[in-house]
């Protein structure tokens, strides 16, 4: 099983500026859009720890990263929760469900 499988990655499309320091972390998870919204990719072929630290490398803290089997909440880090995003959340870029 890929590292991504294991995680719920949300970018909340509110907070994103897009500036693609994700992106630059771990090229295989994050992409920049043609419009400059950054989108996860299903198919990472990125270790956890690289998606993990990516995430967590964006100042927005636009970027959610949740332990699939715990629930724990990866990043941002100053964030705790056991609970999965709700669907309606507003957020763009959900993998594995």
């Not at 320091?21 to 996860?40: I, K, N, W, Y």
């Not at 690289?50 to 880090?77: F, K, N, Y």
């Amino acid at each position: 099983m890929a590292a991504i499988d294991s995680l719920v990655v949300t970018i909340n499309c509110q907070l994103c500026l897009g500036d693609g320091v994700c992106c630059d972390h771990a090229r295989e998870t994050f992409e920049l859009d043609d419009d400059g919204s950054v989108r996860v990719r299903s198919k990472s072929t990125d270790e956890r720890g690289v998606i993990i630290q990516a995430a967590r490398s964006c100042r927005m803290d636009a970027i959610s990263v949740i332990d699939r089997a715990t629930g724990e909440q990866l990043a941002p880090c100053h964030v705790q929760t056991s609970a999965l995003p709700d669907e309606g959340a507003g957020s763009v870029g959900r993998t594995g469900t």
